[in-house]
């Protein structure tokens, strides 16, 4: 998704695919992004690690999206459900 100017705000998780119950770890918050696919890629060359991403509208916090990775072990094995879902390739 690309916005005019760093429109939006994203948050990465990272599920504990042993225990279900626990709440999911937060593993980075980029508060100002302009363009969703460019900041998924950035995660990506950095090497690091999620499972899903909130997207959220930054000025007022709005929930837009959430957007699974697909090359995370943990939403294949444990989330099956979960691949009908918005994935980014």
């Known amino acids: 998704m690309k916005g ?17 119950s626990r709440k999911d770890t ?12 460019k900041a998924i890629l950035w995660c990506k060359s950095n090497s690091i690690s999620w499972d899903y991403a909130n997207v959220y509208e930054r000025r007022t916090r709005k929930f837009l999206e959430r957007v699974y990775n ?20």
């Open 4 to 20: 005019v100017k760093n429109d939006f705000s994203m948050t990465f998780f990272v599920r504990d695919p042993e225990d279900l």
């Open 26 to 37: 937060q593993v980075l918050y980029l508060q100002y992004v302009h363009n969703t696919e």
């Open 70 to 89: 697909p090359y995370s072990r943990n939403i294949e094995e444990s989330h099956s459900h979960l691949k009908e879902k918005k994935t980014w390739k």
